[in-house]
């Protein structure tokens, strides 16, 4: 499975940004995607996922109320809505991907998933 994610750039604080996820011979229908962020010298962390199965959605507690985590009808994309983007929303976000179905709660976890996406960079200036 190969990801590609897509989307980032340089805004200004409170700026918006829609970064997508597409897959490689593979749909999102089951298991689970997941979005993560690295800055670096700093481990990655955590940002928003869905259950492919369900739809239900999880995030950090950082992003809560200011990023979306969707997906396509057809599912084959998934996006990353960031809304009123904050300076320390700077870091490479990567888009990942598990094949199986797991408990919504172990989301955040990275080593939980499978495939991983190169990243993409958003930089936001105050």
């Known amino acids: 499975v190969q990801l590609q994610a897509s989307g980032g750039g340089l805004v200004q604080a409170g700026d918006s940004l829609r970064l997508s996820c597409a897959a490689s011979g593979r749909t999102f229908r089951s298991g689970a995607v997941g979005w993560f962020r690295q800055v670096p010298g700093q481990e990655r962390e955590f940002v928003a996922a869905?259950?492919?199965?369900?739809?239900?959605?999880v995030y950090a507690d950082y992003v809560k109320g200011r990023f979306n985590i969707s997906r396509d009808g057809a599912k084959s994309t998934v996006y990353l809505q960031m809304n009123n983007l904050k300076p320390e929303d700077t870091a490479t976000y990567y888009c990942?991907?598990?094949?199986?179905?797991?408990?919504?709660?172990?989301?955040?976890?990275?080593?939980?998933?499978?495939?991983w996406g190169q990243g993409t960079q958003v930089t936001v200036s105050s």
């Open positions: 990942t991907v598990r094949n199986e179905r797991i408990i919504i709660s172990a989301l955040h976890r990275a080593e939980v998933y499978d495939h």
């Open positions: 869905i259950d492919g199965w369900t739809g239900n959605r």
